[in-house]
């Protein structure tokens, strides 16, 4: 192998009808760049208008290619293009490779390397920096590479839905593979008409009944279509969800009693300090290991300072059990202990009433999160990563390419992942 093919391996081009001529070094706006200069020639037995074989070299043009960097160094490409002429259409035309696309003056190599720093939630102005070109470059690039696809060629069979904040106070809504974790489709909005309009107009009727569950959290809008769509879907209550409302409840409960009595009250400071000791679960709290309590600055155990606010107020010990007999269902996934529990309810004139009624009205979704395995999990892990993004990048004005950056980050790492 000669040292000219070498040097054209160490940066990507694999191009045999490339040679070089020279390879100098010169700074370019304080930046040390690997000029190569080569000539790009070879010989053309037909003419790409009319087929026919009169055809001569013409001279040749002068391009710039910007190749990947190497050793954090930036290499630019001279390329001389062979130009030719046919005498019989009296037309030119130019020699082309396959290390740049037509028209452009970004090889390749270096578009893949732009993606994969955009997987990494790294700002297009950031990007730009690391490898000497303009934002508006890098934009265009994940926007030439990742766009929306018009629809899944099959539809899963589990699906996740929710919403995540994108641009302004725009909530957009967003679905996923509860098996795969891979995202279906993302729409601007959330609006109950442009997800219908989505599913029933891009997937057959046979398609749609071939879903089995859909997850989604206490949303009564998703409750009140997904039947529409998917007909013979079971529709589940997330887990965490069901939990969530119960804990805000409690949480309310706690801070109207704290709002009632002294401050400078055992009971308040306990109340105060120690609100993460009651949504401990009941099966990890100790009886028998008196610890420090801050701001009552006693020894006691956790048992025995649950008591000492149960005695106090018999009202909250009874919202507090409605909590712990929905973590325990939840968490053991038992359909008979969560059925007796809201049932079973008697009214505290509390948020926990509120609380109860919404699990109560939609008790048959709500018992599905303990029938079946699916979550809500999936889809929150995605709505984390896409939160990382609008924080990295100070968020999105133009929604388009908010959704490009997500499908750049997920659609690739998809692509590189290892297939089983």
């Known amino acids: 192998m000669s040292i000219s093919n070498s040097i054209l391996k160490l940066v990507g081009i694999e191009d045999n009808n490339i040679k070089i001529n020279n390879i100098s070094h010169q700074t370019i706006n304080g930046v040390q760049c690997h000029i190569i200069e080569a000539k790009l020639s070879y010989d053309v037995e037909h003419c790409e208008n009319c087929g026919f074989p009169d055809v001569i070299k013409n001279g040749t043009r002068q391009t710039k290619i910007r190749l990947s960097s190497f050793n954090g160094d930036r290499y630019i490409l001279k390329l001389a293009k062979q130009r030719y002429r046919c005498y019989h259409c009296n037309s030119t035309f130019g020699a082309k490779t396959n290390i740049v696309e037509f028209n452009h003056s970004l090889s390749k190599r270096f578009d893949e390397d732009i993606l994969a720093q955009a997987c990494s939630s790294l700002t297009a102005t950031q990007i730009a920096k690391m490898y000497g070109c303009s934002a508006s470059s890098v934009i265009r690039i994940i926007n030439r590479h990742c766009h929306p696809k018009y629809r899944e060629p099959v539809l899963p069979k589990h699906l996740c839905f929710d919403e995540f904040r994108s641009t302004g106070r725009l909530m957009s809504f967003i679905c996923c593979d509860s098996d795969t974790h891979k995202i279906i489709v993302k729409l601007p909005n959330r609006l109950t008409k442009t997800i219908t309009d ?31 769509i998917f007909p013979n879907a079971q529709v589940i209550i997330d887990r965490f969800h069901i939990v969530q409302l119960t804990a805000r409840a409690l949480d309310k409960c706690r801070t109207t009693l704290i ?7 055992r009971e308040y400071k306990l109340l105060k300090s120690h609100w993460k000791l009651f949504h401990k679960y009941k099966k990890e709290i100790t009886d028998d290991k008196p610890v420090f309590l801050n701001g009552i600055n006693e020894y006691m155990t956790q048992r025995n300072a649950l008591d000492l606010i149960f005695d106090f107020s018999p009202k909250f010990k009874q919202v507090y059990q409605v909590y712990q007999g929905i973590l325990e269902a939840t968490r053991e996934k038992d359909e008979s202990v969560l059925h007796d529990v809201i049932y079973n309810y008697h009214l505290t004139r509390s948020a ?62 998809q692509k590189e992942a290892p297939t089983a």
């Open 198 to 228: 989505y599913f029933v107009n891009r997937y057959t009727l046979s398609e749609r009944q071939q879903v089995e569950t859909v997850v989604a959290d206490l949303n009564a809008q998703y409750i009140y279509f997904i039947k529409h």
């Open 259 to 265: 709002s009632h009595i002294s401050k400078h009250s």
């Open 352 to 413: 926990m009433d509120t609380a109860v009624s919404t699990l109560k009205r939609n008790i048959h979704y709500v018992e599905n999160a303990c029938y079946f395995s699916y979550s809500n999990g999936p889809i929150e892990g995605i709505n984390r990563k896409i939160k990382e993004l609008k924080r990295h990048c100070y968020g999105f004005r133009n929604l388009n390419n908010f959704f490009n950056r997500i499908d750049c980050i997920f659609l690739l790492n």
